[in-house]
Each structure stands twice: as C-alpha cells, then as structure tokens.
C-alpha cells in the first residue's frame, strides 16, 4: 500500500520529531497588551446666541454637559468669540472640549451650531436690522426728528412730513457690517 505523495522506496518521516517539543515564544509582550490611548469623539452642541453679541460681536459664555472620564455627567464652561454677522447655522469649533478620549487619549472637539436669539425690538433680514417704531399723527403728518434704537446704540432719525404707516425709512450703515451675511 502506497500513501498518496509517498516516493516509492521511501518511509514516510514520522510526524513529529523525536525529543521534547519546544515551546513556542508568545507573539505578543506584557507591555503590547495595554491599550492604546484613543482620542474623544467630536461632540456636537446647538447654543443660542443672543442677538445683540451676534449682530455687532463680542464674547460669549458657552455651557453644556459632557459625560466626563469616570461616565458621570459634567458641567462644561468656557467663553468663546462670537464675530459680527454671526447668523443662525454657522459653526465654531473648539479643540479638546468633546468627548474625553479611552485610555489616557486626548479629548475630541466640540463642534458649536450657533442659533441666534430673538430680540423683543429688532428683526433680521440678511444684513438689514428692521424695528417698528410708533409715531403720532403729527409727527407723522408734519415730520419729526427722533431718537431710533440700532444694534449699536441710538441715533437721531430725520422722519420726513406725510411718512404713511408701514413705510420703512433706511438708516445707512446702522445694520449688520459683515461681508458674509451681505
């Protein structure tokens, strides 16, 4: 009888050599076995800006929950800069102050979506700031001078005689000065 791929006239070799079998070096060290730090994951928050800081810029205190490395919630707080123009949709992004990252890794980001506040006085079309505002018959009839709210402060309106109601009188440079809401 012939084992198929046995050469004729030769004994099989045996299967495993005569002797102690040696044992096998592990493929892996102690220190391989540690995990491997891990970045935190990029949070995402909404934050509502109020409409005054969003129109002209300013800072703005900024806080959220973040669950922390132990897993028990935790308050986030930090100011960020909050540029003029900023509009409802835009994104700020800051570095480390996301998810807390596994194994001693660093924090991911936050990603901010910037929701502006409503205002009690002012509306916001583009770049254009809109107020109503109450007049008398007379002065309305006649004309008047009077003092107008802006985002930026008050300043004296010239209103002119015969103005109808729900005429908009234009007051340059009073509205949003950004080029990218323009």
């Known amino acids: 009888d012939r084992m198929v791929g046995q050469v004729p006239g030769k004994r099989p070799a045996p299967l495993s ?9 592990p493929a892996v060290s102690d220190a391989a076995d540690a995990v491997a730090p891990l970045t935190g994951d990029e949070l995402r ?97 006649t004309g008047c001078q009077i003092q107008v709210p802006t985002v930026r402060g008050r300043v004296t309106a010239r209103i002119p005689s015969g103005v109808r109601s729900g005429q908009q009188i234009r007051l340059r440079e009073q509205g949003i000065d950004s080029g990218s809401s323009r």
């Open 45 to 141: 928050v909404s934050i509502k800006v109020p409409f005054l800081t969003a129109a002209v810029g300013g800072r703005y205190r900024v806080s959220y929950r973040v669950p922390g490395p132990d897993g028990e919630w935790m308050l986030e707080e930090f100011d960020i800069a909050v540029p003029s123009g900023t509009h409802s949709g835009m994104e700020s992004r800051c570095e480390a102050r996301g998810h807390f990252g596994a194994a001693g890794g660093a924090r991911g980001a936050v990603v901010l979506e910037l929701l502006v506040g409503e205002h009690p006085w002012f509306r916001r079309v583009g770049a254009d700031v809109y107020i109503d505002l109450p007049l008398s018959l007379g002065e309305a009839a």
């Open 17 to 25: 050599a005569p002797g102690p079998v040696p044992v096998a070096e």
